[in-house]
């Protein structure tokens, strides 16, 4: 996904252990993963808002096809 190799994850692995306090690790590891779960949730959200707005839009079109074509029927039958 981020395309990080092998070597780049154990340098930031090493300086993130450098700069951290061995205390703060649990909590900072707990935020990062709430902040997964969240930034997750959020773009799954939206494709799912997506495939409903497509969805919808097409229903939309089909609702107005069929009221036009009663429309014409019903001109049709006047005219005749």
């Given amino acids: ?6 070597i780049e994850l154990i340098i930031i ?3 993130s252990l450098v700069v ?3 205390e703060d690790i ?7 993963g709430l902040f997964y ?4 949730r959020y ?4 494709k ?3 495939s409903n707005f497509d ?15 009663k429309k014409t029927i019903k001109k049709n039958k006047k005219i005749s």
């Fill in 48 to 50: 799912y808002d997506l």
């Fill in 43 to 46: 773009i799954f959200n939206f």
């Fill in 55 to 69: 969805l919808t839009d097409t229903k939309e079109k089909q609702n107005l096809n069929q009221i036009e074509k």
């Fill in 37 to 40: 779960r969240k930034i997750n």
């Fill in 20 to 22: 951290i306090k061995p």
């Fill in 26 to 32: 649990p909590k900072i590891s707990k935020y990062l």
């Fill in 1 to 6: 996904m981020f395309n990080i190799g092998l």
């Fill in 13 to 15: 692995i090493f300086v």
